[in-house]
C-alpha cells in the first residue's frame, strides 16, 4: 500500500497525460486483483475474528513482468492470510496488457478470466458456511435451533460484508476507515435505496452539510470521502453496498445491500474481466451527453439458437446444400443471429452473399439476382481459373447468357468475354431460364455460399422458386440458404411455406426456428452491460423494462432511449453512473408500439433530418450517396445533406461500405415513412394519378418513365411487376395516342401484351395485340402482334 501511494504521488510530476493515465489503470488493477483474492481467501475460511479481516493480516506477493513485447508493470502473484496461513495464487490474463496499454480490444471479454488456486491445504470446514456457536441445551427443539443457527451465520455473514467495506476503503483511500463516518445507529428517516439519493439533485448531494438531514443515508460521508479521492465509482458503490447491512440489521430498507461475500467476489471478478466497462469511469465522455454503451453486434440469450444455425451450415457440403428459416416479430434479432455466422464462414474460405427486402420493392427477383452478381466480386484469386475452367465447360460459348443476366462475369473472368456468343437485346428471359442460368453458374462455385435473404415475407413466388431450384440440385456446390421473415405478417398460405414444403419434397434438409424474446436473465446482462453497472444493481429496472417491451431486443433499445430522453434515466455525473426513478418508470404509460416510441423521437428531430429521413423512407432501406448529393442541389431539398451528420449520430441510420446511407432497422425505415402524411403520400409517381392526369406533356413523360421501368424487370424476368409498370404506363396515354404518339403505342402496346401473355393474363394479351393489328400503319408493324398472337396459350385464341 505504502508503495502504492508513492507511485500515485509520483504521477502529478508526469507530464504525460496518456501515461499518467495508463500507471493509474495499473493502480486500479493491482488493488482490485488483491480485493479479489482477499474475498476468495475470506469464502475459503471458517469462523474469523474481526481482527482477522484486517488489512494487515494480508500478505501480497508480486513480481515484475520483464516481456520485452508486453509493456512492464508489476503482476499480483498470490495473496496469503498470515492468521491462518492461506494462500491464494493468481493468475493473470494476458490481455490486461493490452488494455493497460490504450490499445482497443474489442472482444477481451471472451473466454478471459482470473484462475486462483489454493497454495496450502485448507482448514477445516473451509467452504462451509459459518457455523453459529452451540446454544445451551435449554428446552428448544431443533426447529428453533436451526433458525437460531442461521440468523448467528446471517449475521457473521454481515459482519464479514462490514469489515472487508474497511478493508476495501483502505485498500484504495490508504488511510484509515473513519470509524464516525458509518454510525451503526439508524437514522429517522431512510431513503428507500441508494437510487434515489442518487436522483437528488447534484447541488445537494454534493454538499455535505445536507449529512445532517434525516433524508440522507449514514454511509454518504465516507462515499464522498472516497470519491474526492478519485477511488472508482464502481468500488465506491461496492463499499456503500457492503456497509448498507447496517439498514437492513435496524429495521432500515436496502434493496441493493450484498447477502454474502460470494456475491462480492462475482462482482469483483467481472471488475477484473471488463475493466474498461465495469471498473475504469468514463471521465473522457462528455456527461451532458452520454451514450448508453451497448455492445455492439453482442448477440444476447441466443447460445442455442447460434448453436443450432452453425451446425447447420457445417452439415453442407458439395451436392448437399441445405436451408434454415428463422422467423420472429420485428426486432426480435433475426438478422443478427445470422450475422453472427458471417464469420465462420468467411474463416472457412465461404462466402456470405445478402439481400433485404423492403415492402416498397417491386422487382424482388432482381434482388436475388443482384445478390449473385455480387458473388462474382467475392471470388478469390485462388478459385478464379477453377471457376472459370468450369463456366466454359457449363456453358461454352453460351456463356453469353451468364453476362447478361450477371455483368460482374465479364469482370472477373475477361477471357470469357471473347468466347460468347452475342446475345440480342430484345430476348427477353423468363423466371425459369433465370433459375437455370444460376444452377448452371453455382455447379462451378467451388466454395461454401450462404444466401442471405431477409424479410422475405416481401419476397414473391418468382423469387422463391429460384432459391427452390438451386438448392435443389444434385449436383450444385454446397449452399446454404438462410430466410429470415416475420411470422406475425404472413398467412399460411404465404409463399414462404410452399417454398418449405417444396423443399422438404426435394430432400433438403430444412430448419425453422422461431425468435421471442430476451428472458429476464438475459435482458438483465444486456441492460447491465450497457450501463456499465453491476447486474444485481440492474435487476428491478429490468424488471420494470421487460414488462414494457417483452424482451424483445430493438424494443429494449428504444424503450431504453426513451427513458433517457425523458430524464427518467440519466447519467449522474457525481457518482459517475446511471440512475434511475424506478417508481416513475413503472407508472408511465408506455405503448407497446415501438413504431410510435420511433415517431415521437422523430418528430422531435430538425426539419432537415425528417426531410432526409422522408425521402429516405421513399427509397426503401437505403439509398446512395450521390442520390442524396444530387437531391440536395436542388431547392426543396437544399437542407436533407445537413441532416445526415445528425441523422448518423442519433442512430436512424448507418453507411455502408458501398456508399449507401441506409436505416439501421426496419422500424425506423417504418416509423420515418409515417412521417410522410397520407396526402403527400399520394403524391409520388403513379400515387398521385389525379394530378398526372392533368397534364398531357407530363402524363407521356411518366408513361415513358413506366415503359423504362417494365422493361427492365421484363430484363430482371420480374414479369409480375413488368405487368403493373406497363398497364400504368398504358393507362397514362390520352385517348388520341395512337394517332400523336403512334411509335410509344405501338411498342408499349407490344409490351404490354408480351407481359400479360407471360403472366397468364391471355385476355388482356389477345385484347391489346387486336389493337395494335388494327392500328398499326404498315404490316411490318402488324407482324410482331401476328407472331405473338399465334403464340399465346389462352385456348380461346
Known sequence: MDGEAEKEESLSDQNDEHEKRRKKKESIIRKTTVAYGIVELLKRSKKLDDEEIQIDNFLISVSKNVNPSQRSWDDINSVGMLSSGMWLMIEEPPYLNAILGGEACDDRILGRFLAVEMKSAPQENVGKPAEAKAAPKNGLNDYHMAGMNALAAVAEESNRCHLFARLLYELYAHEPFPDDAA??????????????????????????????????????????????LGIPASICLMTQNLLEYVLRGNGGQSDDAYESLGVVGEELHLLLLDPDRF?????????DNMKLLYREGKLYGRHKEETLITEAFCRISPGKSEAFFVSGFSGSGKSMLVNCLSDKVNVVGGYVIKHKFDVLCLCPLSGVISAFNKLCLMIKGGDRPVIAKKLMEEFGAGVGLLI???????????????????????????????????????????????????????????????????????????????????????????????????????????????LAGLDQSDLNTMISDALCLYPRICKSLTEIVFQKTKGNPFFVLEFMQSLQSRGLLRYNSLQKRWVWNEDVIRGEEITENVLHLLSSKMNGLSDNVQTLLRVMACYGVKIHALVIGYLSETKEYSGIRNGLEEALEGGFIVKDEEGYFQFVHDNVHEAAY?????????????????????????????????????????????????????????SLLPKDHWENHYDLSLRLG????????????????????????????????????????????????
Not at 399520394?682 to 400515387?687: A, G, K, L, S
Request: glycine residues 2%.
Open 183 to 228: 454510525s451503526k445507529e439508524p437514522a429517522k428517516k431512510r431513503l428507500r435505496s441508494y437510487n434515489e439519493y442518487l436522483m437528488l439533485p447534484p447541488e445537494v448531494a454534493s454538499d455535505e452539510g445536507v449529512f445532517e438531514m434525516d433524508t440522507i443515508p449514514f454511509q454518504i460521508p465516507c462515499i464522498i470521502r472516497m470519491q474526492k
Open 279 to 287: 471498473l475504469f469511469d468514463h471521465d473522457n465522455q462528455n456527461t
Open 404 to 514: 447478361r443476366l450477371l455483368p460482374n462475369v465479364s469482370a472477373l473472368f475477361p477471357e470469357l468475354v471473347s468466347s460468347a456468343t452475342k446475345v440480342e437485346a430484345g430476348d427477353v428471359m423468363n423466371a425459369r431460364s433465370v433459375s437455370f442460368t444460376l444452377l448452371r453458374f453455382m455447379r462451378a462455385v467451388t466454395s461454401p455460399v450462404m444466401l442471405f435473404l431477409d424479410d422475405i415475407q416481401w419476397a414473391d413466388s418468382t423469387a422463391l422458386d429460384v432459391i427452390h431450384t438451386i438448392l435443389s440440385d444434385k449436383l450444385n456446390s454446397c449452399m446454404f440458404f438462410v430466410g429470415t421473415y416475420r411470422d406475425n405478417e404472413v398467412q399460411v398460405d404465404h409463399d414462404i411455406f410452399n417454398l418449405m414444403r417444396e423443399l422438404e419434397m426435394s430432400h433438403v434438409h430444412t430448419t425453422k426456428l422461431s
Open 674 to 730: 409515417n412521417l410522410i402524411s397520407r396526402s403527400e403520400r399520394n403524391q409520388p409517381i403513379n400515387h398521385g394519378k389525379e394530378w398526372i392526369l392533368r397534364d398531357d406533356e407530363l402524363r407521356i413523360g411518366i408513361a415513358e418513365l413506366n415503359m423504362k421501368a417494365g422493361k427492365k424487370a421484363l430484363d430482371g424476368c420480374d414479369h409480375e411487376t413488368a405487368y403493373s409498370y406497363l398497364c400504368a404506363a398504358l
Open 750 to 797: 407490344f409490351l404490354v401484351a408480351s407481359a400479360a401473355n407471360s403472366t397468364c393474363h391471355y385476355d388482356k394479351a389477345i385484347i391489346i395485340l387486336r389493337k395494335i393489328i388494327e392500328k398499326a400503319r404498315c404490316l411490318d408493324d402488324q407482324l410482331p402482334s401476328y407472331i405473338l398472337l399465334s403464340q399465346s396459350k389462352c385456348p380461346c385464341k
